[in-house]
Nanobody, 118 residues
């Protein structure tokens, strides 16, 4: 079975930091581009950041650029999202996602809640 296990969410204060992790099992991790999405209360899911399987290419939503950093450790089958300078509008459930474009295969993690207080 393919599993994406996200962790690291919690409560942070305005301007604080959190680091999310997502362990991926059941697939060849370095075949997949991985990404973080988020869904705030009452809103649709939006892309936050992604990183290619070669680790050479990253992209970020304008709302998090300069504050969040995505990374991956292919040896540990794990992806990360370092979130700094957190704002209340970053409050959301964060989901990890793995996609293999060659086979149009993608998987979702279960989500981890991040709450930022003002």
């Amino acid at each position: 079975d393919v599993q994406l296990q996200a962790s690291g969410g919690g409560l942070a204060q305005f301007g604080g930091s959190l680091r999310l992790s997502c362990v991926v099992s059941g697939v060849t991790f370095d075949d997949y581009t991985v990404a973080w999405f988020r869904q705030a209360p009452g809103k649709g899911r939006e892309g936050v950041s992604c990183i290619s399987f070669t680790e050479n290419e990253t992209s970020y939503a304008d709302t998090v650029k300069g504050r969040f950093t995505i990374s991956r450790d292919n040896a540990k089958n794990t992806m990360y999202l370092q979130m700094n300078s957190l704002k209340p509008e970053d409050t959301a459930v964060y989901y990890c996602n793995a996609v293999r474009f060659a086979t149009q295969t993608h998987y979702w993690g279960q989500g981890t809640l991040v709450t930022v207080s003002s």
